[in-house]
């Protein structure tokens, strides 16, 4: 099997540079997660085109869009919709919420409480929404691209770990190059108007599915489980001689990696998955599914220390 359609989303990621400058790896990422049916985490510092980004993407792939704005007082039914009472009809119709198109942008995720918080678990894991008795479908694709500030905490709700485990990649967002920067500002005028849809919804579950079927052999399986199973307490690399993690990953993180290379795979054009693919995912696929001991923490670790550490520990194949 050679993939074919690799190429043609090459179009689609021109038209999303018109607007977007730098940022390949979140492009990539944000494709990466389209074709495997998974969702994205973005931390980074207010403007540095985290809304932009979707939004441009949404309008080359022919695909709607609703931005979701978190707040304390959000309520779980601003999210997914409610039942309306007809009182002529004396019956409930259900009221959808902005939660029902294909990119859902979830922006400061960590401004809303639990409860928002959790009604986004069964849409992203189940594809759908429960409203009354009935379950609706949600439409496919579908991406939840959350963002969150990683520098005030202050009236804010740390997302819980299972939460956490739902999404697919977290993401780092940093400044700009100079060179991006000075791109940046000769670009201002230009808005998302310019872009053209190039693919549509059903050319990218088209893709998806051809990427599964990209080939990835037992070795590379085997050295995704180890690595995983690495993270798990009792097998972590000591940080300055300790145990650094107290919480690992899961094996939903083996099956995000292996999805992840396969589609990473695809997108280059290949028919086979290299270890260095997943070399280059697990950073994103593994920093919010680990909890560092509270020793590590004091002594200045880091989750993607961590990883780097674990990386170069477990052989590859």
Known sequence: MAPTFAHSLEPLLAE????????????????VALLCRGHVLLEGLPG????????????ASHTSFRRIQFTPDLLPSDVVGTLIFDPKQLTF????????????????INRAPSKVQAALLEAMEERQVTLGEESFA??????????????????????PEAQMDRFLFKLRVDYPKADDEVEVLRRAHLNGD?????VDGASLLAAGREAQLVRLDD???????????????????PWKG?????????????????????????????????PQDVVDLAPDVLRHRLLLTFESEADGATTDQAIAQLL?????P
């Not at 540095?48 to 309008?59: E, H, P």
């Not at 170069?312 to 590859?316: C, D, L, T």
């Open 48 to 59: 540095l085109a985290k809304t932009r980004t979707i939004k441009t993407l949404a309008s």
């Open 219 to 237: 070795a590379i399986r085997t050295f995704i489980v180890r690595l995983v199973q690495a993270t798990r307490p009792g097998h972590g690399k």
């Open 242 to 274: 300790k145990e650094q993690l107290r919480c690992g990953a899961s094996p939903r993180a083996s099956l995000s990696l292996q999805a992840a290379s396969r589609a990473l795979a695809y997108l280059q054009g290949r028919d086979h998955v290299l």
């Open 138 to 159: 949600l439409p496919d694709p579908f991406l939840v691209l959350a963002t969150q500030n990683p520098l005030e905490q202050e009236g804010t709700f740390p997302l």
């Open 16 to 31: 999303c540079r018109k607007v977007i400058v730098g940022q390949p790896q979140l492009l990539n990422r944000l494709l």
């Open 312 to 316: 170069q520990a477990v052989p590859r």
């Open 194 to 198: 310019q872009v053209n849809p190039v």
């Open 93 to 108: 119709s259900p009221k959808r919420g902005p939660i029902f198109a294909n990119l859902v942008l979830a922006d400061e």
